[in-house]
């Protein structure tokens, strides 16, 4: 962008210092190296941006709504942009899981993201974990990319561009981390047929027990049902008969016997 130009936008900005404006110079130029795949934003919203990252790391103050205005940018598109402007040019050191997948759509990848990274850490040497920093946009952007790709999650084709980092980097450590989505993905997808498969079968356990209770009933009929307490008080009567019968022979030997002695 013309140097001219460059200067106006930041004069409508309000930003008058001069260390903000050799500052957003130098972004601007480090931006025309490391943000070419950034394809939504212009010149002149490029321009904007790298003087609102300027002025926010001097912690000079900005009219926000008037630079979003400026640049030409929807508050949406602009602060995705900005976002992946200030990764792009190593501007931020740590990204939140949950900060990405807001930016970018996709709050369901969050904790396979966080499991593929945990998989990752201790698939490597101790020694190597202990300088290993996590939650740089490389890592973290890696990881929230391959959870949704896993999950089949369509998200903003613009996370992948937002970890700063060369393709190649970007695409090698995705490759590594391909293998624990893919691990993951398939143990929920097992966990979830298991419970499946168990609800199945004490439904057709449950279904199969009240058929056997519905058949034990219809196996009794109604004459069935009416003569069994008869048939009960038959059986009690014959009983009590029976007693009676006992207990008088039992009165009559005992007459008997007293009476010959």
Do not use: H
Not at 168 to 183: A, N, P, V
């Amino acid at each position: 962008m013309d140097r001219e130009l460059f200067n106006k936008l930041a004069s409508k900005m309000g930003i008058t210092s001069v260390k903000v404006l050799s500052q957003a110079e130098e972004y601007m130029r480090l931006s025309q190296v490391k943000c070419a795949r950034l394809g939504s934003s212009t010149a002149t919203s490029k321009a904007v941006i790298c003087l609102e990252l300027a002025a926010n790391s001097a912690k000079f103050p900005l009219d926000k709504d008037f630079a979003i205005a400026l640049s030409g940018l929807n508050k949406k598109v602009y602060q995705s942009s900005l976002k992946s402007m200030e990764c792009m040019l190593g501007l931020q050191t740590s990204v939140g899981l949950r900060e990405l997948a807001v930016q970018y759509g996709c709050l369901n990848a969050i904790k396979v993201a966080s499991q593929i990274l945990e998989r990752y850490e201790a698939s490597l040497p101790a020694a190597q974990q202990q300088d290993l920093d996590l939650s740089k946009p490389l890592f973290t952007t890696a990881a929230l990319f391959i959870a949704c790709k896993c999950m089949k999650i369509r998200a903003d084709k613009k996370l992948a561009s937002s970890s700063g980092a060369k393709k190649g980097i970007f695409d090698r450590l995705c490759s590594q981390l391909q293998k624990f989505g893919q691990e993951i993905c398939s143990e929920a997808s097992s966990v979830k047929g298991s419970i499946k498969t168990a609800k199945k079968r004490q439904k057709a356990l449950t279904e199969m027990l009240e058929e056997g209770l519905d058949n034990d009933v219809l196996s009794t009929s109604p004459k069935q049902q009416r003569e069994q307490p008869l048939r009960e008080e038959e059986e009690e009567d014959m009983k009590q008969n029976y007693e009676e019968w006992k207990r008088k022979i039992l009165e009559n030997a005992l007459q008997t016997k007293a009476a010959d002695s």
